[in-house]
C-alpha cells in the first residue's frame, strides 16, 4: 500500500523555521515526483514545491522561492521541507503528495493521486 506520513508541523514566530518531512511507504520515490502543498481556511489547496528526485527536478512556488527548500534522502525515501523566513501567510495545512508526475505537471495538484494526512503550521506574528 502507497502512503505518505508528513511531520514536523507546529507552531512558530516570525522570521522563524520549521523543516516538514514526508515519510515515503510502498514504493521508491525516486522515480516519482513528491510535492507539498498547503491549504489555509477558506482557500484552495495549492502548490508549495515539488521534487523529481531521478530527473534532477525542483519547483518551487514564487511565493516561497529563497525560503523554502525542498530536498529528499533515497535512503529513507523521505522528501523534507525546509522552511524559513516564515510569515503569518504561510499559516496552512502542509501536505505531501506523490504520482508518476511528468515535470511539466509537477505544479499542478490534479497529477498527484496519493496524498498525506497533512500538518498543521501556524506562524504567529
Known amino acids: 500500500e502507497v502512503q505518505l506520513v508528513e511531520s514536523g508541523g507546529g507552531l512558530v514566530q516570525a522570521g522563524g523555521s520549521l523543516r516538514l518531512s514526508c515519510a515515503a511507504s510502498g514504493f521508491t520515490f525516486g522515480d516519482w515526483v513528491i510535492g507539498w502543498f498547503r491549504q489555509a481556511p477558506g482557500k484552495e489547496r495549492e502548490f508549495v514545491a515539488a521534487i523529481k528526485s531521478s530527473a534532477g527536478s525542483i519547483r518551487y512556488a514564487d511565493s516561497v522561492k529563497g525560503r523554502f527548500t525542498i530536498s529528499g534522502d533515497n535512503a529513507k525515501n523521505t522528501v523534507y521541507l525546509q522552511m524559513n523566513s516564515l510569515k503569518p501567510e504561510d499559516t496552512a495545512v502542509y501536505y505531501c503528495?506523490?504520482?508518476?508526475?511528468?515535470?511539466?505537471?509537477?505544479?499542478?495538484?490534479?497529477?498527484?493521486?496519493?496524498w498525506g494526512q497533512g500538518t498543521q503550521v501556524t506562524v504567529s506574528s
Open positions: 503528495a506523490s504520482g508518476r508526475v511528468i515535470v511539466s505537471s509537477m505544479t499542478s495538484k490534479s497529477a498527484y493521486d496519493v
